[in-house]
């Protein structure tokens, strides 16, 4: 059965980050997650261990303002697709 990216990435942020996980929502900005901009990317490298599966730079930049939850979970389900 494959993993639901949102439900991994949100059990990612609330075990492994200490988010609150009454903010945690699809359209969450990742920068109003209350992490730092080191910790923004050791999440995006818990996320891809997760899924087993390294995300080009050029995918997604997690220091973007407008980057959400949705997002990477979009870019996951696709390249699980591929």
């Known amino acids: 059965m494959d993993k639901d990216p949102f439900a991994v990435l949100s059990q990612l942020l609330v075990d492994q980050f200490g988010v609150d996980p009454s903010i945690i929502h699809?359209?969450?900005a990742i920068a109003n997650l209350g992490l730092?901009?080191?910790t923004l990317m050791e999440f995006i490298f818990a996320a891809e261990?997760?899924?087993?599966?390294?995300?080009?730079e050029e995918k997604m930049d997690p220091t973007q303002a407008d980057l959400t939850l949705d997002a990477i979970?979009?870019?996951i389900e696709s390249m699980k697709a591929a």
């Open 49 to 56: 261990d997760a899924f087993s599966l390294r995300i080009p």
């Open 36 to 38: 730092d901009s080191l």
């Open 73 to 75: 979970c979009k870019v």
């Open 26 to 28: 699809r359209d969450v």
